[in-house]
């Protein structure tokens, strides 16, 4: 029995078809949005990739881009087709493609819907490539003068400006490196040198944090250096007064700025999904609706289309065994006592013939 079966006369056969094309060619338009959204989250992730550790971050936009160019190419096929459909001489050239039209077609859908899914699963992996990146950003913050290394500063500086916020995790983590070069420290100085020895790893460590951490919206002039100082700075309470310095880690900022993208894309993504399920369906009836048309002959007549020829359940039994049948083609299936390979091969029935025998003279 045929799922959601539907009857249709020439007349809507006909506007089916010219509804079809033009939302093919709607479809076009989303392939290229799709295309647009995964150029523009790549372009995003590319800005920031000094501060990002290599990964599988641009597996999201890389999909997006592949599935845009190939909606674009999917749809204006699919756009042809439907308009050829409206007439029955033009069908006859597109029926035997039209069928593995649509199972590439849902296949293609299929990897809308996985690359809107993937939107929403790639948070983790961002976090974790962003932690890695800005802790080694951090790390080489003072290396100015190593080549590769020397635009780490400004980059940093920049994304705390831009992003209002301090450290990986927070301003703290500036307490843990060092962060001033060696070129500008003074080594003449005994308490430079007091506080090179100060650690195991002879690290020039201060309770200060870089000028990029100052929030310019405070009253007060920036404190930026002895920070859990009370005493170096008048009428300040480190534990209790709200510092004039970005709370705020810049991972937690990146990755507020990046989930946010993507959720936007991941919803443009569902709902081009939704939009090519539902043409995928129209094409999918008109196919039925034409082929049934011309096994019954009659093109002015009505026919019936469906979604499935028959039911859910006996469409999947039939693919299952068209699969377990696939390596079977060339074997020969042998019985118990039936080894012998001519078995069934009719053999001529030559029974004796009475002949008549004459005898040889013999010689006088």
């Not at 076009?28 to 150029?39: A, P």
């Not at 500063?153 to 301003?171: A, E, R, S």
Request: include cysteine; hydrophobic fraction near 40%; glycine fraction near 6%.
């Amino acid at each position: 029995m045929a799922v959601l079966k539907v009857k249709f006369t020439k007349t809507k056969r006909d506007k089916l078809a010219q509804i079809l094309w033009i939302l093919n060619w709607v479809s076009v338009v989303s392939g290229i949005i799709l295309f647009s959204l995964g150029l523009f989250l790549k372009i995003e992730i590319k800005k920031r990739n000094e501060v990002m550790a290599k990964g599988d971050v641009n597996s999201v936009p890389n999909m997006l881009i592949s599935v845009g160019v190939i909606a674009c190419i999917i749809n204006f096929l699919g756009g042809k087709i439907c308009y050829d459909c409206s007439d029955t001489n033009k069908f006859s050239r597109w029926k035997l493609v039209m069928l593995p039209y649509i199972v590439c077609t849902f296949c293609f859908t299929f990897c809308i819907l996985v690359g809107a899914l993937m939107c929403y699963t790639m948070r983790n992996e961002l976090e974790e490539s962003l932690y890695l990146g800005l802790r080694d950003a951090i790390k080489f913050y003072k290396d100015t003068d190593i080549p590769g290394r020397c635009f780490l500063k400004k980059t940093v500086d920049m994304l705390q400006i831009g992003f209002q916020c301090c450290g990986n995790n927070g301003f703290r983590d500036w307490f843990e490196i060092q962060w001033v070069s060696h070129r500008y420290l003074n080594m003449a100085s005994k308490e430079v040198l007091d506080r090179l020895k100060s650690n195991v790893d002879g690290k020039f460590l201060v309770d200060g944090v870089p000028f990029s951490c100052c929030n310019p919206s405070s009253p007060r002039p920036c404190i930026q250096y002895q920070l859990t100082n009370n005493s170096a700075h008048y009428n300040y309470d480190f534990l209790t007064e709200e510092l004039n310095i970005w709370v705020r880690g810049c991972r937690e900022a990146l990755l507020e700025y990046y989930t946010v993208i993507m959720r936007s894309i991941g919803i443009t993504a569902l709902l081009i999904w939704l939009f090519e399920l539902s043409v995928l369906i129209g094409v999918r009836y008109l196919q039925t609706a034409m082929k049934n048309v011309l096994l019954l002959g009659d093109l002015e007549g009505e026919s019936d289309g469906w979604l499935l020829e028959n039911s859910f359940v006996e469409t999947a039994k039939y693919n299952i065994s068209i699969i377990k049948n696939l390596g079977k083609a060339n074997q020969i299936s042998t019985v118990s006592g039936m080894n012998d390979p001519n078995i069934n091969v009719q053999n001529t029935n030559c029974g004796k013939t009475n002949v008549t025998t004459k005898s040889i003279p013999a010689d006088s």
